[in-house]
Structures are given as C-alpha cells and as structure tokens.
T-cell receptor, first 114, second 115 residues
Framework: AQSVTQLDSQVPVFEEAPVELRCNYS??????LFWYVQYPNQGLQLLLK??????LVESINGFEAEFNKSQTSFHLRKPSVHISDTAEYFC????????????FGRGTSLIVHP | GAVVSQHPSRVICKSGTSVKIECRSL??????MFWYRQFPKKSLMLMAT?????????EQGVEKDKFLINHASLTLSTLTVTSAHPEDSSFYIC???????????FGSGTRLTVV
C-alpha cells in the first residue's frame, strides 16, 4: 500500500518570496504523483501531475514539482508567490496497475503574507 | 473541462435527522464516484467508492448503514447521512473519474453541521 508524507503542516511566507512544499511517498510499485490545491470551503483542484516522462512538471500558474525516484519525493515549488496562492495544498500518490484511487497527504497550509 | 457539481454547499441539521448530499457529473458520465470526508486540518479520508448500478464499496471503519450511498445513474451519486449526530459534522467531498483512470474531478464540498 502507498502512503504520503507532507512534512510541513503550515508554511508561512512573504509575498514574492520563493516557496517549497515538501512531499515524500512510500510505495512498493511505480506511482503516479499529484498536487492538488484547495481554497477555503471548496473542493480540490488538480494543480499538476507526474505520470511518466520528464521528471519536472509545471502548472499554468507558475508552480512546478520534480519527481525524484531515489529520494521518493515530489516537492512543489514556486519562485515567487502571490497573496492569492494562500490555500491548502495536498500531495497524492496513486499506484500504477492498481485501482488508481489516490492516497492523500495531510496537507500543507500555505500562508502568504503581504 | 469536466465539472462535478455538489449540493448543498452547506447544511445545518438537528441531531437525529437525515441529510442527503448530491454529486452530479455535469458534462461526462461517471461510472465511478468517490466520497471523502475531511476533518479540520486533516487529509481527505476515502469513505466509499460508488459504482453505478451496484452497491458501494466502503472503506474499513465506515458504517455503511449510517452513510448510505446510491449511484442510480451515470451522472448522479448521493450520500445520505442517517440519524446524524454532532460527531458527523464535517466537510464531505465527492469526486468522479473522467478521462480515464487518473482523471479525478472533485466537487466543491458540503459543510455539514449537526446541532
């Protein structure tokens, strides 16, 4: 069975500063990896995903994540955050060849201060 | 893009009553839908997998008699919280598969408060 660890429950940062949200996973088979964003009282929106190919994946709003198989990590980064990036971010993993149902981490609350 | 509509967004009910939450896929057919529960500052806990035309598959520890799931059509799944109690208060989110096994679209969630 797979599991996901998000090491930071909360990450405060000032506007225009860079940020990294950490995610590590555990699985005995190959995986697909996802980052979702959740704004207050809303559902989850897919931010980006790694399925295969290039280990660096990007979203349309400036976030990127890199799949590192040796370190079993999929950290999310943004070089310059905006106030509007304040939200809860969830890392998720899905095992290949299985049910594909994702397992979510506990979430990291990104708080961007002006 | 794929859209999943969840209704209501908020509901307050009295202890002992039942509440129904609807999850609809608006522009695609979803043979499989998922129901999650989210506690404050916690991750999403998968409650059950809802399959169109058949019984739902519940995760370990989820009371199927308390959380009734019906997936009567390819675009609608419902979750009924029966005889609700304050400890059932939570944020419930549905999800549906679209565009293959890895395409999940989430509803906007339902905040249930039982008083």
């Amino acid at each position: 069975a797979q599991s996901v660890t998000q090491l930071d429950s909360q990450v405060p940062v000032f506007e225009e500063a860079p940020v990294e949200l950490r995610c590590n996973y555990s699985s005995s088979v190959s995986v697909y990896l996802f980052w979702y964003v959740q704004y207050p009282n809303q559902g989850l929106q897919l931010l980006l995903k790694y399925l295969s190919g290039s280990t660096l994946v990007e979203s349309i709003n400036g976030f990127e994540a890199e799949f590192n198989k040796s370190q079993t990590s999929f950290h999310l980064r943004k070089p310059s955050v905006h106030i509007s990036d304040t939200a809860e971010y969830f890392c998720a993993v899905s095992e290949t060849g299985g049910s594909y149902i994702p397992t979510f981490g506990r979430g990291t609350s990104l708080i961007v201060h002006p | 893009g794929a859209v999943v509509s969840q209704h209501p967004s908020r509901v307050i009910c009295k202890s002992g009553t039942s509440v129904k939450i609807e999850c609809r896929s608006l522009d695609f057919q979803a043979t499989t839908m998922f129901w999650y529960r989210q506690f404050p500052k916690k991750s999403l806990m998968l409650m059950a997998t809802s399959n169109e035309g058949s019984k739902a598959t519940y995760e370990q520890g989820v009371e199927k008699d308390k959380f009734l799931i019906n997936h009567a059509s390819l675009t609608l799944s419902t979750l009924t919280v029966t005889s609700a109690h304050p400890e059932d208060s939570s944020f419930y989110i549905c999800s549906a598969r679209d565009r293959g096994p890895l395409g999940y679209t989430f509803g906007s969630g339902t905040r249930l408060t039982v008083v």
